[in-house]
């Protein structure tokens, strides 16, 4: 098995301990009732207890397969499993986290040669992550460059306590080796039925519930998110380097070849990579920040992984910021990461005549372990359904969905033309729009105008919701054909596109146990109902936060989305009391529906996604 030499069996065993408290606290905080956060964070009066699920719901639980094969993958004993799986199921296991951390800092009881050698390996690993982080942020050779100078690594306190500063370096150094080896188990094919140690995988790839714990662990260990993605792109090309060394070589194919031994036990496993998991590593790895990154690692982090030699890091070194070298390496993954561009439909659901994938931004072929889908549903142009995400600074590997457009633009302009119109512009200075929100949650009189209005939009309304809830259908069977190579999901939507979400969510739920596909779900001004929908089950689809973004001014979906649904509620207009939901009031931000367009960017700022505990500043309130 593939493991850390760098760690010694107590430390391995703590950082396994570490990642099942974590599972089980992210599982715990989808049953939280979160309330709602308005512009200046009050937290709700309701928020809740957990409710404790059934012991083989856990996350932690053997017939998951999340967290057994990680604990084989890191060599630690099968007869202390039961142990560590209990102490996750505890009931308040956070009693132990702090137990478990000063575990992975002591140092093991060897002689001054080894803790010496094991520091420099942890030194490289933490140089080599800093320059990728820096290179991802910044994307200049020169914060690469500082981050790989030796001093750079220094401390502000090194000229006060020495040893102090030492110390704390240390305990940097290791929270990557740590955060480094634990997302290599945890994408890792490790094959339990194979050994003879039941506990199968119940999924290939990277699981989306592994990556909110490893989100969680590094906040515990003060790593900021941006380091863990870059962990998660040297982990991505160390797959690479490994898969390159077995293209140089397939001649002298051997089964104990090093590509076989990762196959088996190793980073990523095979089913996975030739479902495109990963990346399409053919133009180029963020360069200069990897191949920088990279080229630190050569001498030291072979050690780490033990079953890529030397050979390896530097072919990948050399590649990275070469076309050819890199779509050399794309090659041996087969798809490589054209799944979700390459189908333009799904299975086909009704009469849905648009479907199609189209990426934006420029983080494609360069290694990202993790897929954002965002969906567009009020658009006055096809440009809009690409236009609003553009701006918005993520490293996820960035996808919009195009659907039916015809229809999504023929009910937003017959919306916008009907704003235009001397009746709307009348009943808005009358107050009439504000009788509709009222409406919404108690009784409702509506001037016989705004009556007319609303027949007005309804029927090209009606349609939109028709496909746009067949849309989601369709969504949910590209993810369950793997179609975004078995890598976590963020989905995105606002308006029409939020229901495309919500209903992608609940076809999930209603087709099985499908979690661990997506991990985050952000709703925005969605026209879904808050009592008359299945919340809760589309809720334990969604690994990480769940966020339900509203507006109590939003009349124009009190105008559109009518009738029955007033008693009911809309999740676009006010908070949704479900266990796990996230509620953001951006009613201070937001002028009306159609703001949501040149908002989104400022609004999905301020929800703080890469943040495991955001804390909601007040935004600036929008011209009055």
Not at 33 to 58: I, K
Not at 186 to 210: F, I, L, Q, W
Not at 381 to 386: F, G, H, I, P, T
Not at 444 to 464: G, M, Q, Y
């Amino acid at each position: 098995m593939a493991t850390s030499s760098t760690l010694g069996q107590t430390q391995r065993y703590a950082a396994g301990a570490l990642l099942a408290l974590a599972l089980r606290q992210a599982q715990t905080h989808q049953t939280v009732l979160l309330g709602s956060h308005g512009l200046d964070d009050e937290p709700h009066p309701d928020a809740a207890t957990a409710v404790e699920p059934d012991a083989r719901d856990l996350w932690t639980h053997e017939s998951r397969g999340l967290l057994r094969p990680v604990l084989r993958f890191l060599e630690i004993d099968p007869k202390a499993w039961v142990g560590v799986e209990k102490t996750a199921a505890s009931s308040d296991p956070k009693h132990h986290i702090g137990a478990f951390l000063r575990k992975v800092f002591e140092d093991e009881d060897d002689d001054e040669k080894a803790r010496s050698e094991r520091s420099d390996h942890e030194l490289a690993l933490a140089k080599a992550v800093d320059a990728m982080a820096m290179g991802l942020e910044s994307g200049g050779v020169g914060s690469v460059a500082e981050a790989l100078r030796p001093e750079s690594h220094g401390s502000d306190d090194d000229d006060g306590d020495p040893a102090l500063a030492a110390s704390t370096r240390t305990k940097d150094y290791r929270k990557m080796a740590v955060l480094y080896m634990l997302l290599s188990a945890c994408v890792a094919d490790v094959n339990m039925a194979e050994e003879g140690m039941g506990s199968p995988r119940v999924t290939k790839g990277y699981d989306a519930r592994h990556r909110v714990a490893l989100r969680l662990l590094a906040t515990w260990l003060d790593v900021t998110w941006n380091k863990m993605e870059a962990v998660e792109i040297m982990v991505a090309c160390s797959a690479m380097a490994a898969a390159r060394e077995e293209e140089q070589s397939r001649e002298n194919s051997s089964p104990n070849s090093r590509w076989e031994n990762w196959k088996r036990g190793g980073i990523i496993g095979a089913a996975a990579l030739t479902g495109g998991t990963l990346m399409a590593i053919s133009g180029g790895l963020a360069a200069p920040a990897i191949a920088a990154g990279f080229t630190a690692l050569v001498p030291t982090l072979h050690t780490l992984v033990p079953l890529i030699g030397a050979s390896g890091f530097a072919a990948i070194a050399t590649a990275a910021g070469h076309t050819a070298g890199s779509v050399a390496v794309a090659a041996s993954f087969g798809a490589a990461g054209a799944g979700l561009t390459g189908t333009k439909m799904a299975t086909r659901i009704g009469n849905v005549k648009e479907f199609e994938f189209k990426t934006i931004g420029q983080n494609h072929n360069q290694g990202r372990l993790a897929v954002g889908i965002f969906v567009s549903g009020f658009a006055f142009s096809e440009d809009d359904y690409s236009k609003p995400w553009e701006g918005w600074k993520t490293n996820l590997e960035r996808y919009v969905l195009q659907w039916e457009s015809k229809h999504v633009i023929g009910v937003s302009t017959a919306i916008q033309d009907w704003l235009a119109s001397r009746v709307a512009i009348e009943l808005m200075r009358e107050g009439a729009m504000q009788t509709v929100l009222n409406g919404i949650i108690s009784a409702f009189a509506w001037p016989a105008t705004l009556v007319s209005a609303a027949d007005f939009i309804d029927s090209k309304w009606s349609v939109a919701i028709d496909r746009s809830d067949k849309a989601g259908k369709m969504l949910a069977d590209v993810l369950l054909k793997g179609l975004q190579g078995s890598r976590p999901v963020t989905l995105v939507g606002f308006s029409l596109g939020a229901r495309v979400v919500f209903k992608c969510l609940q076809e999930l739920a209603q087709l099985g146990n499908n979690v661990g596909i997506v991990e985050r779900a952000v709703l925005i001004g969605a026209p879904v109902s808050v009592q008359g929908e299945m919340w809760e089950p589309a809720r334990k689809m969604v690994a990480g936060r769940f966020v339900n973004v509203y507006s109590t001014n939003d009349w124009i979906l009190g105008v559109t989305f009518r009738a029955s649904l007033f008693t009911q509620g809309l999740a676009g207009i006010q908070d949704v009391h479900v266990p796990g939901v996230e509620n953001v009031d951006v009613t201070e931000l937001v002028v009306g529906h159609s703001s949501y367009l040149s908002l989104l960017q400022k609004i999905l700022d301020h929800l703080e996604l890469n943040t495991y505990y955001p804390v909601f500043y007040p935004c600036t309130p929008r011209t009055k």
